[in-house]
Nanobody, 116 residues
Framework: QVQLVESGGGLVQPGGSLRLSCAAS????????IGWFRQAPGKEREGVSC????????FYADSVKGRFTISRDNAKNTVYLRMNSLKPEDTAVYYC?????????WGQGTQVTVSS
């Protein structure tokens, strides 16, 4: 069964950093683009970043450009989202996503809270 599992969230002060991980099981990430999304309370889910299968292309939302870095380690079957200079408005549940064989798969999410 295709599964994505996020980890690495937590409580961090403004200006701090976190690294989120998205580990895949029952399939290999190598051939798929992977996306990170987030959803804050009372708001719609929004795209944050994505990375192509070869890691040759990346995309970042304007709100995180220059602060977040997406990367992948195909040997570990894992995609990462490094988040620096975190702001209170980055507070949300973060999800990773893959579209595989015509179906959408989401992880369970990991909470990121930026607060002093």
């Amino acid at each position: 069964q295709v599964q994505l599992v996020e980890s690495g969230g937590g409580l961090v002060q403004p200006g701090g950093s976190l690294r989120l991980s998205c580990a895949a099981s029952a399939f290999t990430l190598d051939n798929y683009a992977i996306g990170w999304f987030r959803q804050a309370p009372g708001k719609e889910r929004e795209g944050v970043s994505c990375i192509s299968s070869s890691a040759g292309s990346t995309f970042y939302a304007d709100s995180v450009k220059g602060r977040f870095t997406i990367s992948r380690d195909n040997a570990k079957n894992t995609v990462y989202l490094r988040m620096n200079s975190l702001k209170p408005e980055d507070t949300a549940v973060y999800y990773c996503y893959v579209r595989k064989s015509g179906s959408d798969y989401w992880g369970q999410g990991t909470q990121v809270t930026v607060s002093s």
